[in-house]
């Protein structure tokens, strides 16, 4: 008995002696800045803006970004109480600051895709290592990413022009120019291979449209035959009709 009080009482003066656990403002700050990154990549993926930085090649990156960091900020936060707390140096609180500055860029941003102000400053697709084969131009469904592809190669000009007269249908958003008559517009779409910031031009020109019935960065559907001229791509507009932005604004080759 007296031994096992002895042994009871040795326990207690060394649970006693241990210095109690304390926050430390260090790591509740490291904590803070991973759970803002993962709160910012669950908010893209559930409220589907991703859409407007990534192609669909990409898109993968978001879900699995919000995981990891989420079990980051978790694992940090376990570690948040410590013996010894570490204090927040005013060199570590700026970094960790601007660390979080492009979070709250992105979440205060308006919705918003690359537009007719970029457009003139984006490669086309000649500008890029996109293209399409012959055969691919040449049969099937005829998309934006193909009329822009075939303008690459001498035999994507080739199998293109073997399609004049065949109706499409695409959807893009309008660009107009200083140049551009009244009864035409650009029919745009971006190109994105990675992210954004690799984004190339598709665009075909739209004749015998109502004079100023589209405005710029309008998204529209434009349907009519094709006529390939060069490295000029007419559609002759049977119908133009107002359409919502697509949910993937971007293409991917």
Do not use: H
């Not at 960091?69 to 707390?85: E, N």
Request: with cysteine; net charge negative; proline share 7%.
């Amino acid at each position: 008995m007296s031994g096992a009080l002895v042994v009871r009482g040795t326990a207690q003066a060394v649970a006693e002696a241990r210095p109690p656990r304390r926050w430390s403002p260090s790591r509740v700050a490291g904590t803070a800045v991973l759970g803002a990154w993962a709160f910012l990549f669950w908010f893209l993926w559930l409220s589907g803006r991703d859409a407007l930085y990534l192609s669909t090649r990409t898109a993968w990156v978001v879900p699995v970004a919000a995981a990891l960091l989420t079990a980051a900020t978790l694992g940090r936060l376990a570690s948040a109480r410590v013996t010894t707390p570490e204090t927040l140096r005013a060199r570590e609180a700026w970094i960790m600051g601007l660390m979080v500055v492009p979070v709250v860029l992105v979440l205060a941003a308006p919705p918003a895709t690359l537009g007719t102000f970029s457009a003139g400053k984006r490669s086309g697709f000649s500008g890029t290592g996109f293209a399409a084969s012959a055969s691919e131009i040449g049969e099937g469904e005829l998309t934006l990413v193909d009329v822009a592809a075939a303008q690459t190669t001498p035999e994507g000009e080739r199998a293109l022009a073997g399609r004049a007269g065949e109706s499409v249908s695409f959807v893009g958003f309008v660009v107009r120019r200083d140049d551009t008559p009244a009864d035409e517009i650009l029919l745009t779409r971006y190109v994105v291979s990675c992210c954004a910031a690799d984004a190339a031009v598709a665009q075909v020109r739209v004749v015998n449209v109502t004079p100023g019935e589209f405005e710029p960065d309008e998204w529209v559907e434009v349907t009519g035959p094709i006529y390939p001229l060069g490295r000029e791509v007419i559609v002759d507009a049977q119908q133009v009709v107002e359409v919502d932005r697509p949910d993937r604004p971007y293409l991917t080759p």
